[in-house]
C-alpha cells in the first residue's frame, strides 16, 4: 500500500500542489505504541481542485487550454507542504459537523469532511502526546541537574535520548498532520443563508425586477453587428495578433468604455468609497487566499513563467490582499473600496453559443467594489452593494432580473449571492452584468484580516495585559460596479435605432464631450 | 524522356534523372539552411540612421527644444513618494506583500488624476485627428518579436504566460503594430493614425539604483501611445508632427522639459530617429524621461508585412492589364509616447506641490477631475 497503489504504480511528475496523503507515511512509520491509529487505507480519493493529480495531468496533455499545469516536482514521500495557513476554526466544524455535511451536499462540493474531522481528531490525540512527552522530557531533564549516582544519571539520559527521538518523530507526524489536515479543511466551503433556495442554478430566486424589455418595431442586430457597421471593434486583427476572445475597442467604444468607467467611480465614490487602482499581477498565494484556484482544472487564471505571480481575474483579489496579515481597528471600519483595473480570465471550459463577441473575452475592464466591515454589518453592506448596483443599472435605463443564487451555485467563499442579470436583446436572453457576494469572514481567514474590537465600557480603571479585547476576523464582501463589455453588450443591443445608430444614455454624455448618438460613419 | 527513346538511352536518362534529383534534394535543404540563418542573423541588423543623428553615446545626445524653467520653489521641496504618503496618494508597501517590488495602488486623488490624464490626452490627441483604441495586453510573442522587442532574451523586458506563446505588452505599440499584420493597404488609407490606451507590462530586469524609487519605474502603468502607418516619403513630416504633439500636451500642463535627438548608441534597434523628452523633477533632483517617439521607417512593417499599393499615378490607362497594377511597398510606421501616467503623475506632483503640502491640479486637467483644483492633506 502507500504511494505506489495511489498512483496505480505509473511514474507520474506531480505538479506542484498535488497533495499526496499523509495515510501512506504513517504506515510506513513506526507508530508510537501510545498512539492508536485508525485506518487510513481507505484513502478517500477526494477531488479537491488543489489535489486532483490525475485530472491536472490530463488537462497537460490536452492542447486546448491556454495554460498548462505548472512546473512539475519529483514524487517524493511527503506530504505537499501548504504556502500558508487558513485560521479554519476547526473546533466549530467538528461542533456543528451536521449543519456542515449538509451544506457541502448542497453545493455539491466535493469536499471531504468526515477526513477532516478524523485528521482533527488524530492531530488532538498527536499533539496532547508531544505535550505528554514533552513534560517528560522536561522532567528527566530537571531531574538531572541534582546530584546523581553514574548509574542513574546513565539511565537518566538514555531515557532522556529515547523521548527526544520519539518526541522527534511525533512531531515531525505532527507538522503533517496539520499540514494535511489544512489542506483538506481549505476545501470545505464557506456555509449558506439560511434564505438562499437550495438546488442547482434552476432554482435561483427573483428578488428583484426593473424595467421592461424594449419592443423595437424592427428587426433587432446583436452588438457585432452594430459593432461592425459602426466600427467599434476589431475581433479579426486580435485573432491574429492574440488569439481569440481578444478584440480592440475603436472610436465611441473607447469613449464608452472611459465614460462608464468615469461615471462608475463618480457615483460610487458619491457613496463614501475611497478609490483605487490596483496591481494586475499579484502571488499566487493571495490568489488562493480569496478562494480561487490558480493552477486547479480549466483554471480560469494565467499564471506568470518563471514567477509565482497570477494575472488578476478580479480587482477583488489585490483588494483583499490590502490588508492581507493586518490588525485593524474596529474605529476603521467598514473600509469600503471602488477600484478599477483590467481582468484576464483564462476561460478555459466555456463554451458554446454565449461566448460571441464581448459576452466573454479573455481581458476587460471592470469596476469592483469591496467592503471590510463587523460581522455583524455584513448581511446590511450586502444589501447597500446590491442596491448601488441596481440604481446604476437604473440610471443606465436597463432591464434586469437580480437573483438570490441557489446554493449549488455559489462559489465556495460566498455566504450568500445576488446576481443581476439584464436583458440583451441582441442575444435574446438575459446575461450576468454582475455579480454582488457576502464573504462572511471566509477570505479574511485566509488573508489574515482581524480587527480588535475597541473597549466596550467607559474607560476602566485598571488597564492590564488582559483587558485589550481578543480580535476577531472582518467580514469581506465584493460586488461588480461595472464589467465594462458586458455593459457595452446592453448598451449597444438596447439603444439601437432603426437608423442603425445608437443612442448614448443621459448620465455618460458628460463623459464622452457631450455626444448623444452613436452614428454610422461614411465609409 | 517525353520522346521516343532507345531503351539505354531512356536508362541514362533515368539515371541522370535520379542524381539530380538527390543533388536538388540536398542543395534545396540548404538552401532552407542557410535562408534561415541569413534570417536570424540579418534580423540583428539594426535600421539605418538618420543624417542628423549625434553620433556617440547618451551624452552626446542633443537638445531640440527646451520649453520652461524649473520653477523656483521658496521651501523645501518634497518628492513625490513623501507628498503621496502625505496625501495618500499611493500605497506600495501593501503592493509589495500582494505583488512583490515596484507594485502599487494609486488612491484618492491619484485615480482621479490617472483618469484626468488619459482622459485629457486621448481627447486631444484625438482632436488631431488621430483614431482612439483600446487593445489586448496579451500579444503573440512572435507580434513581439516583430516589433522589434526581444521577449526571450537576457534581461527581457517581456513577461511570457506559462504555458502559452502568449506575452504582457511593455507597449500598446505592439498590438497596434499587429493590426494591419501581413495586409496591403490601398495608397488612400494612408496615413492611419491611431491613439491607444493600454496597460503596459515591463519586468525591469537589470534596471537598478536610485532611479527606480517610487513611481519611476514599475512593472505595470497605464499609457497612451500614438502610432502613425504612413507613406514613406511622409515619416520625417509625422515625426515631426508627433513630438509637436506630445511637447503641446506637455506645456499645456505646464512642465518645463527638453526634447532630445538621441545620439545612434542610444536609439533602439527599430528608430531611424528618436526623439526623447524629459521634464523636470524637482522631489528626484534631475530631468526624468516622459515620453519618446520614434520613426522606424519600414523597419516594423518589413516584419510586421504592412503593406500598401500606391494609387495609379496617371489618368485612367487606355489599357488595364496583368502589369500595369503598382507593385505594393512597405509603409512605415511611428510610434510616440502621448502620456506615460506614473511619470506624469511625479512630475505633477512634484512640480505643483504649495508649501502647506497640498498639490495644485493643473488647469486642463480640472474639468476631467470633476473641477477639483487641489489636492489637500486629509484629516487623519
Not at chain 1, 303 to 328: F, K, N, R, W, Y
Not at chain 1, 359 to 380: A, G, N
Not at chain 1, 404 to 414: E, Y
Not at chain 2, 288 to 307: F, K, T
Request: proline fraction near 6%; aromatic fraction near 8%.
Amino acid at each position: 500500500m502507500g504511494l505506489q497503489c495511489y498512483f496505480g504504480g505509473t511514474t507520474i511528475q506531480t505538479l506542484k500542489l498535488a497533495a499526496i496523503p499523509a495515510s501512506s507515511r504513517f504506515i510506513l512509520n513506526p507508530i508510537p505504541k501510545t498512539l492508536v491509529l485508525n485506518s487510513f487505507s481507505r484513502h478517500n480519493y477526494v477531488y479537491c481542485p488543489l489535489r486532483n493529480p490525475f485530472k491536472l495531468l490530463l488537462r497537460a496533455l490536452s492542447a486546448t487550454a491556454v495554460q498548462t499545469a505548472p512546473a512539475t516536482e519529483s514524487l517524493d514521500n511527503k506530504v505537499v507542504k501548504p504556502q500558508w495557513k487558513a485560521a479554519i476554526d476547526f473546533k466549530w466544524i467538528r461542533d456543528n459537523k451536521d449543519a456542515v455535511a449538509l451544506n457541502i451536499k448542497n453545493r455539491n462540493s466535493n469536499a471531504n469532511l468526515e477526513l477532516v474531522l478524523e485528521l482533527y481528531e488524530k492531530m488532538l490525540a498527536v499533539q496532547k502526546e508531544v505535550e505528554r512527552l514533552r513534560g517528560e522530557r522536561n522532567a528527566v531533564a530537571n531531574k538531572m541537574k541534582g546530584k546523581l549516582e553514574i548509574s542513574e544519571r546513565q539511565k537518566l539520559i538514555e531515557e532522556g535520548k529515547n523521548l527526544k527521538e520519539g518526541l522527534a518523530t511525533l512531531e515531525e507526524d505532527l507538522v503533517k498532520l496539520t499540514d494535511e489536515l489544512q489542506l483538506e479543511a481549505q476545501c470545505i466551503p464557506n456555509m449558506t443563508h439560511p434564505n438562499v433556495p437550495i438546488g442547482g442554478e434552476d432554482s435561483s430566486t427573483v428578488r428583484k425586477m426593473a424595467g421592461t424589455p424594449r419592443d423595437f418595431g424592427f428587426p433587432v442586430k446583436d452588438h457585432l453587428q452594430l459593432g461592425k457597421e459602426l466600427d467599434l471593434f476589431d475581433f479579426d486583427a486580435a485573432a491574429e495578433v492574440s488569439g481569440s476572445k481578444f478584440y480592440y475597442l475603436k472610436n465611441e467604444a473607447v469613449l464608452l468604455e472611459m465614460a462608464l468607467v468615469n461615471w462608475t467611480l463618480s457615483e460610487v465614490m458619491k457613496k463614501g468609497f475611497t478609490p483605487l487602482t490596483t496591481p494586475e499581477l499579484v502571488r499566487s498565494s493571495v490568489v488562493e487566499k480569496c478562494g480561487f484556484q490558480p493552477r486547479g482544472d480549466n483554471t480560469q487564471v494565467y499564471s506568470i513563467e518563471g514567477s509565482d505571480q497570477c494575472l488578476i481575474g478580479t480587482a477583488e483579489i489585490p483588494v483583499g490582499g490590502i490588508h492581507m496579515d493586518a490588525i485593524l481597528a474596529e474605529t476603521q471600519l467598514p473600509l469600503k473600496y471602488v477600484a478599477f483595473s483590467h481582468c484576464f480570465r483564462t476561460e478555459a471550459g466555456a463554451a458554446g453559443a454565449a461566448t460571441r463577441g464581448l459576452y466573454r473575452v479573455h481581458q476587460f475592464s471592470k469596476v469592483e467594489m469591496f467592503v471590510l466591515c463587523r460581522p455583524e454589518e455584513s448581511e446590511s453592506y450586502h444589501e447597500e452593494l446590491i442596491k448601488i448596483e441596481e440604481d446604476l443599472f437604473s440610471a443606465l435605463g436597463l432591464h434586469y432580473k437580480t437573483f438570490d443564487m441557489a446554493s449549488g451555485d455559489l462559489g465556495a467563499p460566498a455566504y450568500r449571492k445576488f446576481d443581476v442579470e439584464a436583458w440583451m436583446p441582441g442575444l435574446g436572453r438575459y446575461g450576468e452584468i454582475s455579480s454582488a457576494s457576502n464573504c462572511l469572514d471566509y477570505q479574511s481567514r485566509r488573508l489574515g484580516i482581524r480587527y480588535r474590537p475597541s473597549e466596550p465600557t467607559p474607560a476602566p480603571l485598571k488597564k492590564g495585559k488582559g483587558s485589550v479585547a481578543p480580535t476577531k476576523f472582518v467580514h469581506t464582501l465584493n460586488a461588480t460596479a461595472c464589467a465594462v463589455p458586458r455593459m457595452i453588450v446592453c448598451l449597444l443591443e438596447n439603444y439601437q435605432q432603426e437608423d442603425g445608430s445608437v443612442i448614448i444614455p443621459g448620465p455618460l454624455r458628460a463623459f464622452m464631450g457631450g455626444l448623444e448618438l452613436i452614428t454610422p460613419k461614411s465609409t | 524522356m517525353k520522346g521516343k527513346l532507345e531503351i539505354s538511352e531512356r536508362q541514362k536518362l533515368i539515371e541522370e534523372g535520379k542524381n539530380l534529383k538527390e543533388g536538388l534534394a540536398t542543395l534545396e535543404e540548404d538552401l532552407v539552411k542557410l535562408t534561415d540563418e541569413l534570417q536570424l542573423e540579418a534580423q540583428c541588423i539594426p535600421n539605418m540612421t538618420h543624417p542628423n543623428v549625434p553620433i556617440g553615446g547618451e551624452d552626446s545626445s542633443t537638445v531640440r527644444k527646451m520649453a520652461g524653467t524649473p520653477r523656483d520653489f521658496g521651501f523645501p521641496v518634497k518628492d513625490h513618494l513623501q507628498l503621496g504618503k502625505e496625501l495618500d496618494l499611493f500605497d506600495f508597501d501593501a503592493a509589495a506583500e500582494v505583488s512583490g517590488s515596484k507594485f502599487y495602488y494609486l488612491k484618492n486623488e491619484a485615480v482621479l488624476l490617472e483618469m484626468a490624464l488619459v482622459n485629457w490626452t486621448l481627447s486631444e490627441v484625438m482632436k488631431k485627428g488621430f483614431t482612439p483604441l483600446t487593445t489586448p495586453e496579451l500579444v503573440r510573442s512572435s507580434v513581439v518579436e516583430k516589433c522589434g522587442f526581444q521577449p526571450r532574451g537576457d534581461n527581457t523586458q517581456v513577461y511570457s504566460i506559462e504555458g502559452s506563446d502568449q506575452c504582457l505588452i511593455g507597449t500598446a505599440e505592439i498590438p497596434v503594430g499587429g493590426i494591419h499584420m501581413d495586409a496591403i493597404l490601398a495608397e488612400t488609407q494612408l496615413p492611419l493614425k491611431y491613439v491607444a490606451f493600454s496597460h503596459c507590462f515591463r519586468t525591469e530586469a537589470g534596471a537598478a539604483g536610485a532611479a527606480t524609487r517610487g513611481l519611476y519605474r514599475v512593472h505595470q502603468f497605464s499609457k497612451v501611445e500614438m502610432f502613425v502607418l504612413c507613406r514613406p516619403e511622409e515619416s520625417e513630416s509625422y515625426h515631426e508632427e508627433l513630438i509637436k504633439i506630445e511637447e503641446d500636451l506637455f506645456s499645456a500642463l505646464g512642465l518645463h522639459y527638453k526634447t532630445f535627438d538621441m545620439a545612434s548608441g542610444d536609439l533602439g534597434a527599430p528608430a531611424y530617429r528618436k526623439f526623447d523628452v524629459e521634464a523636470w523633477m524637482p522631489g528626484l533632483g534631475r530631468y526624468g524621461e516622459i515620453s519618446s517617439a520614434s520613426n522606424c521607417l519600414d523597419y516594423q512593417s518589413r516584419r510586421l508585412g504592412i503593406r500598401y499599393r500606391p494609387s495609379e499615378p496617371t489618368p485612367a490607362p487606355l489599357k488595364k492589364g496583368k502589369g500595369s497594377v503598382a507593385p505594393t511597398k512597405f509603409v512605415h510606421t511611428l510610434n510616440a509616447t502621448a502620456c506615460a501616467v506614473p511619470r506624469m503623475i511625479v512630475c505633477l506632483l512634484e512640480n505643483y506641490q504649495q508649501e502647506d503640502g497640498s498639490v495644485i491640479i493643473p488647469g486642463p486637467l480640472r474639468a476631467f477631475m470633476g473641477g477639483l483644483e487641489l489636492i489637500t492633506p486629509k484629516s487623519t
